[in-house]
């Protein structure tokens, strides 16, 4: 069965000229970074590398939000699974991503109760319907998905819930770009911003991208033609000696974004300093509960004291998460780290850069 | 993990209804959108409404990619 808007976006004729014009465009040797590991999945599943002029080199970027997930957090979130009485929620995308001991998956095998939900709203369900449990719900994702949680809660409250638990480590995305551009590691010449990140927030939080650091900001679609489209925006930036936020996406993002989502968003949440993987403690990347709402924060009400973390040996998914090397480059990439076997949250998840090398590269 | 999918609105009722996508029908949360209205495409990602598509704006550039399609073709 066909899906409107989006089988539109994956014509293979338009794709084509698409990718003429940004060949005529390209002059000298540019790095784009798609900042999004939908993107990143995008880009490998419909070829888009192989239909770029050599001068255009993609980089991922940071995106995926399991994979910069520290293994302190997943050790963590292990630990209140482990807990007596408690269910921990969580979706699908975390389960297999090894901590520093073991994975949720593998908890769950021995013995903890750890769900998978689609939604934070069927955890909410299941506290609701388990009201002897603590339910937990594991919150991992960028500014999509915090205001789904924040709504989730609000119910929560609504309900009367006493049961219902967050653990949150949600990050912000335009702090994890700006700490990139200040460490200078690598030579960004523009962003292919997350779309549905910007259904949230709009485009004003990448002003100062375009503007401090002169980097032109792009934010695109997932479909092919949306990122062709995108990278053809960015390349004109680049020719033009622009530097502005554009909206490629203009079907699904507002410059406004959706004020409404991020009220609730920041009703319930504050930003607090996080660590991500690769990248360390950046100032105001992440989202915690607000002091009215201690008590949902499962760090409140549960004490809990994880193991002492320990990295995995000899991985370079943080190396790979700032973009400072391809998967490839890594010794462990598809001889000890595969998807079968992994050792790296980037070769875990589905939106993991090394999964979608692993996967596409060699055929792009 | 930011996946969002467009999905058709076939039921509102009361802050929550019912989408369907690709013949698939799912229930949703409007609580990040309210005032959908049945037959509005919005995009879905983990069980809520995050944005409304722009249909207007969705048919202008698939118009636009089509002439682009069509060049390509009589190119080729």
Known sequence: MTMRYVQEFRDGAAAQVLAHRIERASSRPVNLMEVCGTHTVSIFRHGVRGLLPPPVNLLSGPGCPVCVTTNADIDKAIALA???????????????????????????????DVRVVYSARDSVRLARDNSQRSLIFFAVGFETTAPTIAAALLEAEQLGLTNFYIFSVHKLVPPAMIALLESREVRIDGFICPG????????????????????????????????????????????????????????????????????????????????????????????????????????????????????????????????????????????????EKPIGPCMVSSEGTCAGWYQYGSSS | MCLAI????????????LVELAGVVREVSFMLLPNVRVGDYVLLHAGYALQRVDEADAEETIRLLAEIAEAGRNQA
């Open chain 1, 82 to 112: 482990g807990q007596n009485g408690v269910t921990l929620a969580t979706f699908g995308d975390m389960m297999k991503v090894p901590g520093s001991y073991q994975s949720l998956q593998q908890a769950k095998a021995d013995g903890a």
């Open chain 1, 196 to 339: 549905h990140v910007s259904v949230v927030i709009g485009s004003q939080p990448y002003e100062p991208i375009a503007r401090r650091y002169g980097v032109p900001c792009v934010i695109s679609g997932f479909e092919p033609l949306d990122v062709l489209q995108g990278i053809e925006m960015l390349l004109r930036q680049i020719g033009e000696g622009r530097s502005e936020v554009e909206i490629q996406y203009s079907r699904g993002v507002r410059p406004e974004g959706n004020p409404l989502a991020r009220e609730l968003m920041y009703r319930v949440f504050e930003e607090r300093d996080a660590d991500w993987r690769g990248l360390g403690c950046i100032p105001g990347s992440g989202l915690k509960l607000r002091p009215q709402y201690r008590a949902f924060d499962a760090e409140e009400a549960f004490a809990v004291k994880p193991p002492p973390t320990k990295e995995h040996r000899g991985c370079l998914c943080g190396d790979v998460l700032r973009g400072v090397i391809t998967p490839p480059q890594c010794p462990l990439f598809a001889k000890a780290c595969t998807p």
């Open chain 2, 6 to 17: 467009p999905a058709r609105v076939i039921e509102v009722n009361e802050g929550v209804g």
